[in-house]
């Protein structure tokens, strides 16, 4: 079977500092990944997804950034966090290689980051 | 930008059908109609997708409507359980070599009462 893993669970951090999440699939190749961000009363923003290594695209202009090293791992990265970057991020994963209507996104357990 | 158009929040006694509508009236015809929950501090969770007949699992029912610009999704005998995020979004079937990532509106927030 499939698991997605994230870590850290939890992360405080102060304006200014670097950040670097990590999100790993287990049990499958090749997936489709994402990154979302959910921020305090808001809905769910897609910030990066990526169809292979070195392949990612970003949704939104911010002040992160993200890399896929490996097929299955999966990194979100900033290199100075602002107080907006506070909030809770997920990582996605999709099967890839197929056409079909079902198409079911795997969410991790989540990173919830307060810069402060 | 999400597609669709929910209400923001809704009650449901516990033990009664839910129903959750959603307007989706400038959906295309090679898109699909996906439901997902979110339960606080969870990830998202597939719930059911449809494209224009009704569909039902083991979950919920997607009811369609003919023209395609509006759906609802029932869950049948709500349980405490139920209360979370509920998201309906449009996109089109993955392809191979593709890519459809999930674009989530702001979502109804069920809420099941004892």
């Known amino acids: 079977s499939q698991t997605i893993h994230q870590w850290p669970a939890t992360l405080v951090q102060p304006v200014g500092s670097p950040l670097s999440l990590e999100c790993t699939v287990e049990g499958t190749s090749n997936p489709n990944l994402y990154w979302y961000r959910q921020a305090a009363g808001r809905g769910l923003q897609l910030l990066f997804y990526?169809?292979?290594?070195?392949?990612i695209s970003s949704e939104v202009p911010q002040n992160l950034s993200a890399s896929r090293p490996q097929d299955r791992q999966f990194i979100l990265s900033s290199k100075k966090l602002l107080l907006s970057d506070s909030g809770f991020y997920l990582c996605a994963w999709s099967r890839s290689g197929y056409t079909s209507s079902y198409n079911e996104q795997f969410f991790g357990p989540g990173t919830r980051l307060t810069v402060l | 930008d999400a597609k669709t158009t929910q209400p923001p929040s809704m009650d449901c006694a516990e033990g009664r059908a839910a129903n959750l509508p959603c307007n989706h009236s400038?959906?295309?015809?090679?898109?699909?109609v996906y439901w997902y929950r979110q339960i606080h501090s969870q990830g998202p969770q597939y719930i059911i997708h449809g494209l224009k007949n009704n569909e039902t699992n083991e979950m919920a029912s997607l009811i369609i409507t003919e023209d395609r610009k509006s759906s609802t999704l029932i869950l049948p005998h709500a349980t405490l359980r139920d209360t979370a995020v509920y998201y309906c979004?449009?996109?089109?079937?993955?392809?191979?070599?593709?890519?459809?990532?999930?674009?989530f509106g702001k979502g109804t927030r069920l809420s099941v009462i004892a």
């Open positions: 990526s169809i292979g290594i070195d392949q």
């Open positions: 400038t959906i295309s015809g090679n898109e699909y």
């Open positions: 979004i449009v996109r089109v079937a993955q392809t191979i070599g593709g890519n459809t990532p999930l674009v």
